[in-house]
Structures are given as structure tokens and as C-alpha cells.
């Protein structure tokens, strides 16, 4: 794809962005479009579309952003490919999406920006995307989803929880790695979660997950979840993970549930026989947050090339914590308790411009963090995050 064709492409998103309510209209138009023209894949969907709107708009950010770093996105793609078996998706649905994307942008932006010449460079674009998708789907030999029975399911605050599954069939995917998953209550309704443990021979993954005030999928988890319910798995996604054999120093950042990828990165690298330097800052709006110190102060007690920091952002539990006890204690190993935002204490906290940085949590946050360790002099291309969907 030519540079003038990506700058169309680029030029016309971000146009169309820019308008005070442009990425949902847009969104809204997107999905009249299609169900109106092809009504047999309205059943694909969920039946409230709020979250799925926000995704489709943030997905195509992402991918306009890096159509030069082919590199980046083109893995990205065929990773998103493998994971749409699980709807069924054929070359059919994918030429529908591109046409009906299409005729939303088309009549969004106006005939003054939407000529044709930008029409033509939308689709080439959206045919890269499409036959990217489409070929690695087709030579996946991987199961399309995977299911796995609840064998644990433990609270750990009001509104987060620890669940674990014991697969029907192994999985196989990089510790670090995201899956979506569908929960018995929440048909087709699909939410990523990060592992937080690396594969085993158990066949058992653990996910971390905080009801959202609002959500669809997290309350029913946090909430309702027993032991024996049956959940699908789709395919594994990400880029995060710790190369074997490297000697470049690494940063990790993770808040609240976030911290579970980076969890299990941590957990894969204790059986290897050499790594490099690890400092690990986890961070949370109260103490409470902090609700897995226990595990990562074990680790770094056996492990001297992992630094544990952790940072509050008040020294406050919430009303709602009732327990007595300090959720978030001065641990063995672990570094001084930090108060403070936690992207702030991070770029503070040293030079960080040798290190390869991961970063894991809310959008907000990761970009927040993103941006201070930027200005603070690390290279864009040594800090990674997954795509904030």
C-alpha cells in the first residue's frame, strides 16, 4: 500500500473522528447499513451493540494508525483472523463489513471528502485487512474456541474475582497473551481476558476479572459464576512476552486486574535458567487493589532479578472494604509502598530509556503512563501494549 493511499485513508478517519460524535454515529450508520442490507448476520451479534461500537471504532483506529508498520499490523490482523472463527465468519460476512463500511464513511463524510479516489483507497485497504484475516483463518488447524469447566471461583474484593478453568483441550499460547471469552449468561457476548498463569500440563487457565459499573460480562462473572458453569475460549491474541535468551532490562507497569499477563510472563520466566532484570511497578487506585502482592513478593523473595514496587493512589481503603487488615502490607522483598499516580511515580522512579517496557491496564492509564515515559525519554519503539480495546 502507497504512502498516498494510507494518507487518504488516515486523512478521512480522522476527519470523520474529529466531529463531536463522529466515531458513533459513524459506528451507528455502520451497523444500519449492515443488518439493513444483510439481515442474516444480525445474528453474529449481541443483542446491545453499546461495547461492540466502541470496539469497531477503536479497532479501526488502531489499524489506520500503523498501515505503514506492516510488521506491526499484519500479525495483529492475521491474530484477529483466527480469532473470528468463533463467529462462524466467511468471506461472505467479510466483503458485507467492507461495503457497508464503505457506504457509512461515504455518506458520513460528504462528497466534498469522499471522492473517488479515496473510495478506491479505502478498499484496497479494507481488502488487505479482509484477505489478511481470511488466509490466516483458513490455515489455522487450532480449534475455532475452546471450552473449559469453572473449577474455582474465588472473591476477592466486592467487585473483583479469580476464576479458574480446566480446558476440554489443550491450549497452546505465550504467557501474556489475551482471549476472549463467553460466559452461559451472556451469549455472545465476548470479553478479553488476559491468562493469568502460562500453559501447564494441567490444561487449567486463571483469569482475573473486575465487575465494570455498567458492563454486561463482568458483573455476571463477578456475581453469579459457580463451579461446573461451561465457558468458550477464542483464540489467543497479543504481542506481549519475554523473549528467551535476552539480556535488555525490563519494566513492566500493570494496574488492578492488569497485573495478570504480567503475572504470567513472571511465572514462565521462573523456570527458565537465566533473565534479565525485571522491575515490576503494580499499582491501584486504593490498597485494596493490590490484591495479589502476596504471590509477587514470594516470587521476587526467590527470584533476585525480579524488583516488585507497589503504588497506591490513597492510602485509603473505599467505605465498602470491610476487612481489618491491610490488604496491601509491607511484604518481604517488595520496595516501599509508593503513593501517587502511577505513571508519574514510574517515570520518576529512574531512567528507564535502556529498559523494554510493558505496560497493562485501562486506556487512560496506559496512555498516561505511555506519555510520561516517553517524555522521560524512552524510545516509543521500546515500550509495548496490547491494542486498547
Known amino acids: 500500500m502507497d504512502s498516498r493511499t494510507v494518507a487518504l485513508i488516515r486523512t478521512t478517519f480522522k476527519a470523520v473522528a474529529a466531529e463531536e460524535g463522529g466515531p458513533d454515529k459513524l459506528a451507528r450508520s455502520f451497523y ?4 439493513t442490507e444483510y439481515p442474516h448476520i444480525r445474528d453474529l451479534f449481541p443483542a446491545a451493540l453499546g461495547a461492540q461500537r466502541d470496539r469497531l471504532i477503536k479497532a479501526i483506529g488502531y489499524t489506520v494508525e500503523r498501515l505503514e508498520e506492516p510488521d506491526r499490523l499484519l500479525p495483529f490482523l492475521a491474530q484477529l483472523g483466527r480469532d473470528h472463527r468463533k463467529y462462524g465468519v466467511t468471506a461472505e460476512h467479510y466483503a458485507a463489513v467492507s461495503r457497508s463500511l464503505r457506504l457509512a464513511l461515504g455518506g458520513y463524510a460528504g462528497t466534498e471528502l469522499w471522492t473517488d479516489e479515496v473510495e478506491r483507497a479505502w478498499e484496497e485497504g479494507l481488502d488487505l485487512i479482509a484477505s489478511t484475516m481470511t488466509t490466516a483463518a483458513e490455515q489455522e488447524t487450532a480449534p475455532p474456541v475452546w471450552t473449559g469447566t469453572v473449577v474455582e471461583h474465588r472473591a476477592v474484593l466486592r467487585n473483583l474475582s479469580i476464576v479458574r478453568l480446566r480446558l476440554d483441550q489443550p491450549m497452546t499460547y505465550a504467557a501474556g497473551q489475551y482471549m476472549s471469552v463467553q460466559i452461559p449468561s451472556r451469549p455472545r457476548m465476548w470479553r478479553y481476558l488476559s491468562a493469568a498463569v502460562p500453559p501447564n500440563p494441567q490444561g487449567e487457565i ?7 459499573t455498567g458492563g454486561w460480562v463482568g458483573p455476571a462473572v463477578v456475581g453469579h459464576t459457580v463451579v461446573g458453569d461451561r465457558w468458550l475460549l477464542g483464540s489467543p491474541l497479543g504481542g506481549l512476552g519475554v523473549l528467551r535468551n535476552t539480556r535488555r532490562k525490563m519494566l513492566m507497569v500493570g494496574c488492578g486486574t492488569g497485573i495478570a499477563p504480567l503475572r504470567a510472563q513472571l511465572l514462565a520466566m521462573t523456570q527458565r535458567r537465566s533473565n534479565p532484570r525485571v522491575h515490576l511497578f503494580v499499582g491501584g487506585q486504593h490498597p485494596c487493589d493490590l490484591y495479589d502482592l502476596a504471590t509477587l513478593s514470594a516470587l521476587s523473595v526467590a527470584h533476585k532479578w525480579l524488583t516488585v514496587t507497589p503504588v497506591v493512589e ?16 509491607e511484604l518481604p522483598a517488595l520496595q516501599r509502598r509508593q503513593v501517587g499516580q502511577i505513571g508519574k511515580v514510574v517515570a520518576a522512579a529512574g531512567d528507564w530509556s ?3 517496557v510493558q505496560i497493562v491496564g485501562a486506556p487512560p492509564m496506559v496512555q498516561t503512563t505511555k506519555f510520561r515515559l516517553m517524555a522521560a525519554g524512552v524510545p516509543t519503539r521500546n515500550i509495548r501494549h496490547d491494542p486498547l480495546f
Open 32 to 35: 444500519a447499513i449492515l443488518f
Open 206 to 212: 486463571e483469569f482475573h476479572i473486575r465487575s465494570i
Open 314 to 329: 490513597s492510602i485509603e481503603n473505599p467505605w465498602w472494604y470491610a476487612d481489618s487488615g491491610d490488604p496491601a502490607p
Open 354 to 356: 535502556d529498559h523494554d
